[in-house]
């Protein structure tokens, strides 16, 4: 191993600036999924939770998309896409530094990634929809408050609040689960990595690839997924420890009064 060989390859010019410009990608790739996914999860959670009677039957599709995309890897669903999954037609160009077949290929996979997420924050969505006490929609009826407007207004909020630090965790996971795109794409933080490390032996100055070139560069793959996901992880503790102050705080009112 020639360990100064190996980071001299990331005082290339170029290189830094192609892993960061693939930690932003990752960053946004995620990001969006998770937007996305939080927009269809919330209608499959609505959905699973108050669909009976005549409109049972969108429970039962709701329900077996959960469980169908939940309970299978992320990486078939990946490569599932990536054969039969459509591509809209203004997709069909080159933009963001990619050929267009990159472009369409990105596509596909970021639609297993929402397909694959959604279900799974459809999951965390519902549990806050069951920790809304059945009073608050008797309540909202009795103000005048249709269905949608209850949801919107009322229900979805409280929903929302209850477990926004389990979808910063859900956030962490997508974060690193964005790395299953390097088998099809060239986009995000890992693939870029494993391009470099292809061609590691025009960087490190030595003419052959190295042992320690593997432990370099994956290493600040390591290095910048443990900054980003250990970020976020303090948030969401903070915001798990904020809440037992938050509720202490009228109790010992109460016990002043």
């Not at 960053?27 to 939770?49: E, F, K, M, T």
């Not at 397909?115 to 103000?143: C, D, M, W, Y």
Request: glycine share 6%; hydrophobic share 55%; charged share 10%.
């Amino acid at each position: 191993m020639d360990w100064a060989a190996s980071f001299s390859i990331l005082t290339r010019p170029g290189v830094m600036t192609y892993i960061l410009t693939g930690v932003l990608f990752t960053v946004v790739i995620a990001a969006a999924a998770v937007l996305v996914s939080i927009v269809l999860g919330s209608i499959l959670a609505l959905v699973r939770n108050y669909c009976t009677g005549k409109t049972r039957i969108f429970k039962w599709i709701a329900t077996a998309y959960i469980e169908l995309f939940r309970n299978t890897p992320l990486l078939l669903w990946i490569f599932v896409c990536l054969i039969i999954c459509p591509v809209p037609g203004f997709l069909a160009r080159r933009m963001l530094g990619l050929t267009s077949v990159e472009v369409q290929i990105l596509f596909r996979a970021f639609v297993a990634l929402v397909l694959f997420t959604s279900s799974v924050i459809a999951e965390i969505i519902r549990g806050g929809l069951n920790s809304i006490p059945k009073g608050q929609f008797e309540a909202a009826h009795s103000q005048g408050f249709g269905t949608v407007q209850t949801m919107v207004y009322i229900v979805l909020p409280q929903a929302y609040k209850a477990v926004v630090p389990t979808l910063l965790s859900q956030v962490i996971t997508t974060i690193k689960d964005s790395s299953y795109l390097a088998n099809v794409a060239v986009i995000e933080l890992m693939s870029r990595v494993r391009r470099i490390l292809a061609t590691s032996n025009m960087y490190n100055g030595v003419g052959t690839q190295l042992t320690s070139d593997v432990f370099v560069l994956f290493g600040v793959a390591f290095v910048i997924y443990f900054i980003i996901n250990f970020t976020l992880s303090c948030i969401v503790r903070a915001m798990q420890n904020r809440k037992p102050r938050q509720a202490a705080r009228p109790a010992r009112a109460a016990e002043r009064t």
